[in-house]
């Protein structure tokens, strides 16, 4: 029997094709494993995708740093798998994660990271700035919280078209304390928004902590002070961050407006992968100890195996075909071309807007 920790009901929703299952299975029913096996796989996906990143920096491969979201996948998936694909998402620069849980293909978006012409958007966003519309991803972005005013216009838009669509915004802890957040909360609290505005808590924004930077204990707090509910979830647990974002979803679905969801998790990397900081701020043992403490895929994977919901071989099995998945999504990126020099040009209007009307 699965189950889950939490204080929400007991509604699931099994994702194995993109799309939220209507009506939601029952976890400890016949379509349990099946939500389990989705959750792990995604979960993987990221962790997989991420580790085959640190290989190819080392290798030279990557034109850039990546931040990592090894140790937060629970938090990622859980929160995506609770959308449909047709819902929108925005992340931030730690957001290879976020496309990949929502289901985007790997070898386009590892294409990207290699700035590759095959990649998501040509090549030209890169690890900090991909956007992914085949999956609902409107963008991320290095500039912290600039992303949470796009999910919040994209909640509008839904709510003018009536097409039932839910905008999942997620941002740090670092950016909980800016304007551009409070003012889009504002808003969609007064306007009732479906917008669910999601915190990956990881304690540090860099190096600040939360007990230096925030005035609250919990990020969540702030959500009364905009009419909206705020929930504070374990974000190593996949499940009860599903169920949290879940409800908060079919919430906004429902046309009751927004709601903040934080999740409480750690970053196992350093904040960009490969950055050394002159002081450290961190305990290393302690950091090491999560491997085998808090991280999210072990934490589950015994829970499964526990439960007796999916068997050793088939969790094997599971991991080792995200693996060749990954595998190849690899060597399709080192194949692809860069993209022409005159490719430049392109991507820099909106299609059919000519530039030469743009008046000086």
């Not at 994209?154 to 802890?173: N, P, Y």
């Not at 599903?242 to 009751?256: D, H, I, P, S």
């Not at 595998?327 to 430049?344: D, K, L, T």
Request: hydrophobic letters at 40%; proline letters at 6%.
């Amino acid at each position: 029997m699965l189950t889950t920790a939490t204080h929400l009901d007991d509604r699931g929703q099994a994702m194995t094709d993109g799309t939220a299952a209507d009506p939601p299975p029952e976890l400890d029913g016949p379509d349990g494993a099946a939500l389990a096996r989705e959750l792990m796989r995604r979960m993987q996906r990221v962790r997989l995708f991420e580790e085959a990143t640190i290989a190819l920096f080392h290798a030279g491969e990557l034109p850039a740093m990546v931040h990592l979201s090894i140790g937060q996948e629970a938090a990622v998936v859980g929160a995506c798998l609770a959308t449909r694909t047709s819902d929108y998402m925005t992340g931030n620069h730690r957001s290879h994660g976020h496309p990949i849980a929502k289901g985007a293909r790997l070898d386009a978006l590892m294409a990207e990271l290699l700035g590759k012409a095959t990649g998501v958007c040509g090549g030209k966003g890169g690890s900090m700035h991909l956007a992914d519309f085949s999956v609902g991803s409107l963008g991320e972005s290095g500039i912290v919280g600039s992303a949470i005013p796009v999910a919040t216009g994209a909640g509008l838009a839904a709510q003018v078209r009536g097409t039932g669509q839910v905008a999942l915004c997620f941002f740090g802890d670092g950016a909980a304390s800016e304007g551009v957040l409070h003012e889009s909360m504002n808003m969609a609290g007064l306007w009732d928004l479906p917008v669910v505005y999601f915190c990956e808590n990881n304690g540090f924004a860099v190096s600040v902590t939360t007990e230096e930077s925030l005035s609250v204990p919990d990020v969540a707090m702030r959500a009364a002070g905009y009419g909206m509910p705020g929930v504070t979830v374990d974000g190593q647990d996949v499940l009860a961050v599903y169920c949290a974002t879940r409800e908060a979803v079919e919430r906004a679905r429902r046309g009751e407006g927004p709601s903040l969801v934080e999740a409480k998790t750690y970053r196992f990397h350093e904040h960009a992968y490969g950055l050394v900081l002159p002081r450290p701020y961190r305990d290393q043992a302690v950091v090491d100890s999560w491997f085998d403490t808090v991280d999210p895929i072990t934490l589950f994977h015994d829970r499964l195996l526990a439960e007796r919901v999916l068997t050793a071989g088939e969790l094997q099995a599971l991991r080792d075909e995200v693996g060749a998945e990954v595998e190849a999504a690899v060597e399709f990126a080192r194949r692809s071309p860069y993209p022409p020099p005159e490719a430049a040009w392109t991507d820099v209007y909106a299609p059919g807007h000519d530039p030469q009307e743009v008046s000086a």
